[in-house]
T-cell receptor, first 111, second 116 residues
Framework: GDSVTQMEGPVTLSEEAFLTINCTYTATGYPSLFWYVQYPGEGLQLLLKATKADDKGSNKGFEATYRKETTSFHLEKGSVQVSDSAVYFCALMDSSYKLIFGSGTRLLVRP | GAVVSQHPSWVICKSGTSVKIECRSLDFQATTMFWYRQFPKQSLMLMATSNEGSKATYEQGVEKDKFLINHASLTLSTLTVTSAHPEDSSFYIC????????????FGDGTRLSIL
């Protein structure tokens, strides 16, 4: 079945460092791909999405490109801030509109 | 952007009681709502999918008599944890979508349930 694999955390970075969180997927067809962010004690917020191959989703300085050839959707940000500290979830939407999540990657940004 | 309101945000109750959690879409019609459970430091586990006006579809291993889901309107779904026990303590999150494959799910802020 469909699945999402993302790098384990925690990822600890200094402020203004470059961020990459790897995400790969296994799916039949070409699912829509998402990154969600979860701050402590809260639900999930949609960060960005891409619906077809080579699409680039971007928001708040974060971006991810839908790579069909490598079945990847890595999340990147050029300069992280302390306020970016959260848990990031990569997800795909299957044909029945269900979201299949990766295990989540905790990001900690130090001042 | 789309807003989903979940209530209550935190509930503590005694073992054996039933607890109802509401999930409302405030500015769009949610043809489909989802209920998730999240254990500490883990990912979200889909419990069930509910479509307005029809019975919920439960994931394997989720007790439908334990977790009652009602989706009576296009803006409201409820999850009732019946005869709750300490092992039901968890973070429950709902999401809603208009159902189009290009529309993402919008999540509520979650409900932390603690059963004493």
């Amino acid at each position: 079945g469909d699945s999402v694999t993302q790098m384990e955390g925690p990822v600890t970075l200094s402020e203004e460092a470059f961020l990459t969180i790897n995400c790969t997927y296994t799916a039949t067809g070409y699912p829509s791909l998402f990154w969600y962010v979860q701050y402590p004690g809260e639900g999930l917020q949609l960060l960005l999405k891409a619906t077809k191959a080579d699409d680039k989703g971007s928001n708040k300085g974060f971006e991810a490109t839908y790579r069909k050839e490598t079945t990847s959707f890595h999340l990147e940000k050029g300069s992280v801030q302390v306020s970016d500290s959260a848990v990031y979830f990569c997800a795909l939407m299957d044909s029945s509109y269900k979201l299949i999540f990766g295990s989540g990657t905790r990001l900690l940004v130090r001042p | 952007g789309a807003v989903v309101s979940q209530h209550p945000s935190w509930v503590i109750c005694k073992s054996g009681t039933s607890v109802k959690i509401e999930c409302r879409s405030l500015d769009f019609q949610a043809t489909t709502m989802f209920w998730y459970r999240q254990f500490p430091k883990q990912s979200l586990m889909l419990m069930a999918t509910s479509n307005e006006g029809s019975k919920a579809t439960y994931e394997q291993g989720v007790e439908k008599d334990k977790f009652l889901i009602n989706h009576a309107s296009l803006t409201l779904s409820t999850l009732t944890v019946t005869s709750a026990h300490p092992e039901d303590s968890s973070f429950y999150i709902c999401s809603a979508t208009s159902g189009n494959s290009n529309q993402p799910q919008h999540f509520g802020d979650g409900t932390r349930l603690s059963i004493l």
